[in-house]
T-cell receptor, first 111, second 112 residues
Framework: SQQGEEDPQALSIQEGENATMNCSYK?????LQWYRQNSGRGLVHLIL?????REKHSGRLRVTLDTSKKSSSLLITASRAADTASYFC???????????FGKGTLLTVNP | KAGVTQTPRYLIKTRGQQVTLSCSPI?????VSWYQQTPGQGLQFLFE???????NKGNFPGRFSGRQFSNSRSEMNVSTLELGDSALYLC???????????FGQGTRLTVV
């Protein structure tokens, strides 16, 4: 069963705009990780946020976590054409040694 | 610091054959996980190894197996290949379960 669900499924914006992607999950988590994937290639790790954290930053990326709503958001500021990719959230729960991924958000940044 | 290395990058096999994929984790990482990615099912967990022990296994048939060596390198094997096994197979390494997991570029397996 799907733990994380990204929203929207697809997002198209202009260069310079901000992009916000959301992830909802069903059960309590230990951590949540965001990844980027360019067409058919490997996953690039962006940020890990733990269940006791509310916000983390990395460069132009900002991730928030709201455990009461079981949701997280990824904000990319001042987007660039090179940010065009699929973005996935993945959750780690309980004593499992596995990440459960959502279906991803396809972000297109138009020059 | 070298990243996660997966070999080969591309593979074409015939139905019924078997295949072995290799993953070299980041130096010092002892946890290695494998995932299958397909357009229909998305990213699905196969199994995870830590210090040569399988700690968790996903819902895949017994044709999918793996192992980890003492140097933390891991292999996964798929026997009696089916057309539906065509996918991108991704390997991830981390220090342990609650740490950042870094992925390799994947092995694109095509079964014909």
């Amino acid at each position: 069963s799907q733990q994380g669900e990204e929203d929207p499924q697809a997002l198209s914006i202009q260069e310079g705009e901000n992009a916000t992607m959301n992830c909802s999950y069903k059960t309590s988590i230990n951590n949540l990780q965001w990844y980027r994937q360019n067409s058919g290639r490997g996953l690039v790790h962006l940020i890990l946020i733990r269940s006791n954290e509310r916000e983390k930053h990395s460069g132009r990326l900002r991730v928030t976590l709201d455990t009461s709503k079981k949701s997280s958001s990824l904000l990319i500021t001042a987007s660039r054409a090179a940010d065009t990719a699929s973005y996935f959230c993945a959750t780690l729960t309980g004593s499992n040694y596995k990440l459960t991924f959502g279906k991803g958000t396809l972000l297109t940044v138009n020059p | 610091k070298a990243g996660v290395t997966q070999t080969p990058r591309y593979l074409i096999k015939t139905r019924g054959q078997q295949v072995t994929l290799s993953c070299s984790p980041i130096s010092g990482h002892r946890s290695v996980s494998w995932y299958q990615q397909t357009p229909g099912q998305g990213l699905q967990f196969l199994f995870e190894y830590f210090s040569e022990t399988q700690r968790n296994k996903g819902n895949f048939p017994g044709r999918f197996s793996g192992r980890q060596f003492s140097n933390s390198r891991s292999e996964m094997n798929v026997s009696t290949l089916e057309l539906g096994d065509s996918a991108l197979y991704l390997c991830a390494s981390s220090l342990d379960r609650d740490r950042d997991a870094f992925f390799g570029q994947g092995t694109r397996l095509t079964v014909v």
